[in-house]
């Protein structure tokens, strides 16, 4: 890099209107992304029971083409990516050869040879060098495809009818999980049904040119049904209450997905060697015979925020330890997520407490998810 050029965290397409929306700016994993555009909770609850908008072109994709392309998916990951369909997705893991995890992902199918790949924007690199060298011997290209899109995702009940409103795509056929190529206020996107919040929802990938005119087709579609803009602060109080995991929290390299509580997205049926396999087989094993700490959910007492790190304690002894922690608007109390011992996992099991600055505030254990929206 010269020393003419900027340094400092990178801009997506839509800066310029954050800042001019008035939003409050953080840096996230290398971005500059907004946090709040006024008041979180307001975020929180529009997404709830209306619509959110956001912003998610930090988020890395990877795009894998070729004759092989499926056979080193499902090398390099997890899942069985050869049995995903064209035009369907998968949630699944990358994994080291130590089973530890590298980072969760979602894969689509476009075609029958080309998959995209997103990845969190945190381990993007990271996720690109693993592919790279784990390519070789397969006749498939792996391309980093980061700058070729921006990300929209609008969230919410009344998303579907925002959505319908621009495009002439087949919505109602498209299920949770799929993805299909269409056109949105005239602009070229591929439109997902997926989503972080718990809520139904779309992700719409388009290329960074059509992101300003996208975002204000949108907001348009959406002022008469309560459509706000949404930061990250209130996208990850959404996902704790649906109870999903985020990288560098309930995911590590020093975990398994096993560890982790899901063990589900390892496929050891699939055809064929694939990263991890041996530990993975190792890790599964050890989890039915002596449970590993499982993750749960607290939900507290108190008015006390727990936060990422506090022990979880029962009888004076540390039991866990908080992954996630923050106020729940949905709930209207303070909620963690922790990874506790075996023997204090099951719901209702009385005696938990969270070490909040010395001070052992009572919580009560509950079954993930904390929040599960009306289908």
């Avoid at 801009?11 to 840096?27: I, K």
């Avoid at 990288?247 to 997905?257: D, I």
């Amino acid at each position: 890099m010269s020393s003419t050029e900027p340094t400092g965290p990178r801009r997506t397409a839509l800066d310029a209107l954050h800042r001019s929306l008035g939003a409050t700016m953080t840096d996230f994993a290398g971005w500059d992304m907004p946090l709040r555009y006024g008041s979180e909770r307001d975020e929180h609850n529009a997404v709830r029971t209306k619509a959110g908008l956001f912003d998610l072109s930090h988020m890395g994709e990877i795009t894998v083409t070729g004759p092989q392309a499926a056979a080193f998916l499902n090398y390099a990951l997890v899942g069985n990516i050869a049995s995903v369909g064209v035009g369907r997705a998968r949630y699944t893991m990358i994994c080291r050869a130590d089973g530890g995890i590298l980072d969760d992902l979602i894969v689509y199918r476009l075609a029958e040879t080309e998959y995209m790949i997103v990845a969190n924007a945190s381990n993007a690199q990271v996720v690109l060098d693993a592919l790279t060298e784990r390519v070789a011997g397969f006749d498939a290209e792996v391309r980093d495809d980061r700058d070729a899109y921006a990300l929209i995702a609008v969230q919410g009940p009344e998303s579907p009818g925002i959505l319908k409103s621009l495009t002439d795509a087949d919505l109602d056929g498209l299920k949770y999980y799929a993805g299909l190529p269409g056109t949105v206020a005239g602009v070229p996107a591929l439109i997902a049904r997926t989503g972080y919040t718990g809520e139904d929802g779309f992700e719409l990938f388009v290329k960074p040119e059509h992101a300003v005119e996208l975002w204000q087709a949108l907001t348009k579609a959406g002022e008469g049904v309560g459509l706000v803009p949404c930061g990250l602060s209130c996208r990850d109080t959404l996902r704790l209450e649906a109870g999903m995991p985020l990288y560098g929290h309930e995911l590590s390299t020093s975990l398994t997905p096993f560890d982790a509580g899901l063990g589900r997205v390892v496929k050891f049926e699939k055809e064929g060697d694939f990263v991890g396999r041996e530990a993975l087989a190792e890790a599964a094993a050890r989890a039915s015979e002596n449970p590993p700490r499982v993750l749960v959910g607290l939900v507290a007492e108190g008015r006390r925020v727990p936060r990422a790190g506090y022990p979880v304690v029962a009888g004076g002894e540390v039991i866990g330890e908080v992954t996630s922690g923050a106020p729940s608007p949905t709930l209207g109390k303070p909620i963690a997520m922790a990874y506790v011992d075996a023997a204090h996992s099951a719901p209702g099991t009385a005696g938990v407490g969270v070490d909040i600055r010395g001070s052992h505030e009572p919580y009560e254990v509950v079954a993930l998810p904390f929040y599960k929206r009306q289908k």
